[in-house]
């Protein structure tokens, strides 16, 4: 995915586990339970199941592949 600069990814949470590769870009990553991260090229941010997630495109933009593993692949997110 490509997320420009400033965009705010607002809180929200979904039963399969998520792990975002860096590959371009900087953003924040916030997420429940844990200080927030700022990744650049190359980092791994990983959010389990059903954990409460944010992200903030800044400076951004980000350019990064967001990969899913586990129950209810379909289903929506929920949204805070």
């Known amino acids: 995915g490509f997320w420009d600069s400033g ?3 607002k809180e929200h949470w979904h039963a399969p586990e998520e792990i975002y590769l860096v590959l371009a ?3 924040v990553f916030n ?3 844990r200080d927030p991260v700022r990744a650049g090229p190359g980092s791994l941010i990983h959010h389990f199941p ?6 903030q495109m ?3 933009p980000l350019l990064a592949m967001a990969f899913w ?4 692949l379909m ?4 949204l805070k």
């Open 7 to 9: 965009l705010f990814y």
């Open 25 to 27: 870009g900087h953003a």
């Open 31 to 33: 997420a429940e339970g």
């Open 50 to 55: 059903n954990q409460k997630h944010s992200i």
């Open 58 to 60: 800044i400076p951004g």
């Open 69 to 72: 593993k586990g129950e209810a």
């Open 75 to 78: 289903a929506k997110s929920g």
